[in-house]
């Protein structure tokens, strides 16, 4: 059998090795170290080993290198190891994303075809507007920045002056076929700090039948950056070689993502024919979007719905995928705020105790109220939301269960359900045993069954009884006996009770009326202590956890700098529309200094009697005691004492005192007491 010969397939020259690279960079190295002892004077182990590490960062060591191989003292053997070093001395450093690998500078080509690359330092292109659109949507950016790059002055000077590069090239070699194209190198731009802008320019090149040489040619280099093999140009022999040469042409379409400035005298579909597989290909590598690839295969007009429809497919399946991902993590998020339900006593003590025997059938849940009372969210928590099926009952007639799993569900509510929807459905809102068909029409083109047997059924409704005293008595009475209903009443009232909480959880444990006192003492005082103490005594006083004394100072603050300028002058009007308030500030501020008068008269050694605590009760307040009367003064005595915790006794001076009070009756603040204050309204 006669061999068929595979002309124009010459392999690659060989590569020179580490070892020939490591000769040559010696002997530069040499030579460099002793010229430069010399022109220093300098000599010795130290001076030599200085100098080696000098010559790493030597800039002249590529002229050096170049007049050695000019002058002969670099043995042929290492010609090419030393062509190589030279090139790689004064090539470009080539752009790189963080995920390429590092590919070798090509100092020569032989063959048919194959794919340059260029990128060096030039390929960045230095605009701020471009760089922010990079930096606020990143990816989402790339076509609004190639779309400025194209009309960009120094992408244009770039392109001119490659594309007379390239047609020097095509004139002085067999050249056939070309594409050139400049595209945003996405990876490289957006992994730098800032994102920049930043190019590079493929190069394909065939010649069928001819060969191509580049042997050490300086012309090769395009502002001086050495052309490296592309990793999409592919690599094959015999009849394939054709074929892959189109794909490497095809590769560089100007549909690409991130396709800038494309040229070619072999346009795609008319000089060779495209394979679907070469778009779906590119489209795995994200390197076309979906609408470019649907574009090309239209052209393709090679089982063009196949395709369509398998890329309309993926991006609906996508989204889906994307909005689940968005869904969990938003209900993540508001699981995060929910509290624990609250106790309804139709819920727990009839509703929910039905799923713990077996039963014929079980009464659904109503829960009736007006909007934003939480019934929805209620209703999940019976079950968790993970475990309930919540539809979207309003207007409509009949429920849709397709979605109810049996394995996961465990409740369904039935959100603004009618009363008549329910009517419609009796044995579903039962929750028998046996299987159920719905969606039932004269054909049951589309009925489907569903087995509901142990599920919550649970309704809520804003007009539920409403609807109920609508209805005709029969109706009206299935219902009732069918249900467990939370009434509006019950759910408001429990709602007001939890808006309270909140509300005092808020306001340090104060209810609106004392958070206005509160303001008009700190205004009236100017002492944020105040406050703070007056915060205390509430909190001690409705048993609430007292908060950190930096967080009531805090709240202080912000509540005085939030209320307007009129509610803060009405605080401090004794007969405006808040007197009440002001005149509640007052006896409290009145009550506290009388109680620091106190203190002060038995730290020098004098308790007061009770005559002298309520003058100046009087005198601070600018009132009267409410009594005058002995029995009226004890009784107000003894408040003010159990308030402060005081008790009456008898004290030694700590000092010689000629006004010491000796009468019975005399005030002494008990020390042993922890209670400072306490509240008194």
Not at 50 to 60: G, L, P
Not at 105 to 126: A, L
Not at 458 to 485: F, G, M, Q
């Amino acid at each position: 059998m006669k061999r068929r010969r595979l002309l124009y397939k010459q392999p690659l020259p060989a590569a020179p090795s580490s070892d020939e690279l490591g000769q040559v960079r010696t002997l530069v190295r040499d030579k460099w170290v002793a010229s430069y002892l010399a022109e220093h004077g300098r000599g010795g182990q130290d001076a030599r080993a200085a100098a080696k590490r000098e010559f790493t960062s030597a800039a002249n060591k590529r002229q050096m290198l170049s007049s050695m191989l000019e002058s002969g003292q670099v043995p042929p053997r290492l010609h090419a190891a030393a062509t190589r070093l030279i090139m790689a001395w004064t090539s470009e450093t080539p752009l790189r994303g963080p995920h390429e690998v590092e590919e070798d500078v090509m100092s020569s080509y032989r063959g048919s075809g194959t794919m340059f690359r260029y990128s060096g330092s030039w390929s960045r292109v230095d605009d701020a507007a471009m760089s922010a659109v990079l930096v606020a949507k990143g990816h989402n950016g790339i076509s609004e920045v190639c779309s400025r790059l194209k009309c960009h002055p120094y992408v244009q000077g770039l392109w001119d002056e490659f594309s007379a590069f390239r047609q020097q090239l095509v004139s002085s070699t067999p050249i056939t076929r070309w594409t050139a194209a400049m595209e945003l190198h996405v990876e490289a731009s957006l992994a730098a700090n800032p994102p920049i802008p930043s190019v590079h320019i493929h190069f394909m090149f065939d010649a069928i039948g001819k060969t191509i040489s580049f042997r050490n040619e300086p012309g090769l280099k395009f502002r001086n950056s050495q052309p490296y093999r592309s990793l999409a140009a592919p690599v094959a022999r015999g009849r394939a070689c054709k074929r892959a040469y189109d794909q490497g042409h095809f590769y560089l379409t100007p549909l690409k993502t991130g396709a800038i400035l494309h040229a070619t005298n072999a346009p795609p579909f008319k000089s060779y024919a495209v394979s679907p597989e070469w778009i779906t290909s590119m489209w795995q590598g994200d390197k076309l979007s979906p609408e470019s690839a649907k574009e090309l295969y239209l052209k393709c007009k090679k089982h063009v719905k196949q395709y369509c429809d398998n890329v309309t497919s993926q991006v609906q399946m996508t989204q889906q995928s994307n909005l689940q991902e968005r869904q969990a993590a938003a209900q993540a998020a508001l699981l995060r705020m929910h509290r624990p339900r609250v106790y309804l006593e139709p819920v727990e003590q009839e509703f929910l105790p039905q799923f713990q025997v077996d039963a014929f059938r079980r009464r659904f849940l109503v829960l009736d109220g007006p909007t934003k009372l939480g019934k929805t969210i209620f209703a999940s928590s019976l079950a968790g939301p993970e475990h309930t099926l919540e539809l979207n009952c309003a207007s409509s007639m009949e429920p849709n269960l397709r979605d109810f799993n049996n394995d996961v569900h465990r409740a369904i509510v039935f959100d603004e359900a009618s009363c008549a929807m329910v009517l419609r459905h009796k044995k579903l809102f039962q929750g028998g045993v046996q299987p159920l068909e719905l969606a039932s029409s004269n054909t049951n083109c589309y009925s489907y069954k569903v087995w509901v047997y142990g599920t919550m059924m649970i309704v809520t409704s804003n007009t539920w009884t409403a609807e109920l005293h609508e209805l005709s008595p029969e109706d009206a009475s299935w219902l009732r006996s069918n249900s467990v209903a939370c009434l509006r009443r019950k759910i408001s009232s429990l709602s007001r009770t939890r808006r309270a909480e909140k509300q005092r959880e808020a306001n340090m444990g104060l209810n609106p009326r004392q958070v206005f006192v509160l303001l008009a003492i700190y205004v009236l005082t100017g002492d944020p202590a105040v406050a703070l103490e007056y915060i205390s005594a509430k909190a001690a006083r409705e048993r609430m956890e007292e908060a950190d004394a930096e967080d009531k100072k805090r709240y202080v603050e912000e509540l005085y700098l939030k209320t307007s300028l009129e509610d803060i002058a009405s605080l401090q009007d004794p007969s405006g529309s808040r007197q009440g308030i002001y005149k509640t500030a007052q006896r409290w501020i009145a009550r506290r200094r009388t109680r620091n008068f106190v203190c002060n008269m038995n730290a020098i050694g004098v308790a007061p009697s009770s005559e002298q605590v309520a003058e100046e009760y009087r005198k601070q307040s600018a009132s009267s005691v409410p009594t005058t009367d002995a029995r009226g003064l004890r009784a107000w005595s003894s408040r003010f004492r159990r308030s402060f915790a005081f008790r009456l006794g008898k004290m030694k001076a700590a000092k010689p005192v000629e006004d010491v009070c000796a009468k019975a009756g005399c005030w002494v603040l008990e020390t042993s007491c922890t209670r400072n204050t306490a509240c008194l309204w």
